[in-house]
Each structure stands twice: as C-alpha cells, then as structure tokens.
C-alpha cells in the first residue's frame, strides 16, 4: 500500500511559478511510474503530467498541451518524492492537483489506470 502526501500549493499570481511536491510511502516508489493531474470545480480530473519509473529511457516524461514548455515533473528516487515545477502560470491553472502512481514502467493519461492517489493540494492563480 503506497501513500501519498501533495504539498506545495497556495495562491499565485498570473505568471507566477510554484513547485508541487508529492511525498510516497510504504512501498518500492522506483517501481512506480508517478503522474500529475488536476480537477477544477465542476470539472473531470484532467492528466498534467507523468514519469516514468525508468527515468534514464528515452521519452521519460508525457506532457499535457495545455502545459508542455510550462510544467516540468521530475523525481527523486532517493527522497520518496515526485515533483511538479510549474511555471508561467495562468488563471485556468487554477485547481486541485493529485499525485497519483502506478505500478508499471508504462505512462498513462488516464486516471483509472493509476491505482494510489493523494488527497490534493489546491492551486489558485489569481491577481
């Protein structure tokens, strides 16, 4: 059983930066491909961006469009731990954002194919 603590969201202003941090527990986090996702109020939870647990392949790393050249994840096998760097911000940004894993070395944009998840840590980009 894997748990799952985001942390490192709050309010920013447009074109603000913030780092999202996801902290793992109680299992192997190396043999966990990781993803990033995000729900808005009256919204379906929306993929942002996964990493493979073999970090060294190529193609690593999946973006949303609506993020790519904005958001970089990265992880630290050593420290648990699974980053969200987000930059540029924009006011529909604003949302909840999930950690979620999955045991496999195959990414997914799709949230039923992950199998633990965090409780979320809210973003709001407003001025």
């Known amino acids: 059983q894997v748990q799952l603590v985001e942390s490192g969201g709050g309010l920013v202003q447009p074109g603000g930066s913030l780092r999202l941090s996801c902290a793992a527990s109680?299992?192997?986090?190396?043999?966990?491909?990781m993803g990033w996702f995000r729900q808005a109020p009256g919204k379906v939870r929306d993929f942002v961006a996964a990493?493979?647990?073999?970090?060294?392949?190529?193609?690593?790393?999946n973006y949303a469009d609506s993020v790519k050249g904005r958001f970089t994840i990265s992880r630290d096998n050593a420290k648990n731990t699974v980053y969200l760097q987000m930059n540029s911000l924009k006011p529909e940004d604003t949302a909840v954002y999930y950690c979620?894993?999955?045991?496999?070395?195959?990414?997914?944009?799709?949230?039923?194919?992950?199998?633990?998840w965090g409780q979320g840590t809210q973003v709001t980009v407003s001025s």
């Open positions: 979620a894993a999955r045991w496999t070395s195959i990414m997914s944009d799709v949230p039923s194919e992950y199998t633990y």
């Open positions: 109680g299992g192997a986090f190396n043999l966990y491909t």
């Open positions: 990493i493979n647990r073999n970090t060294w392949s190529p193609g690593s790393t």
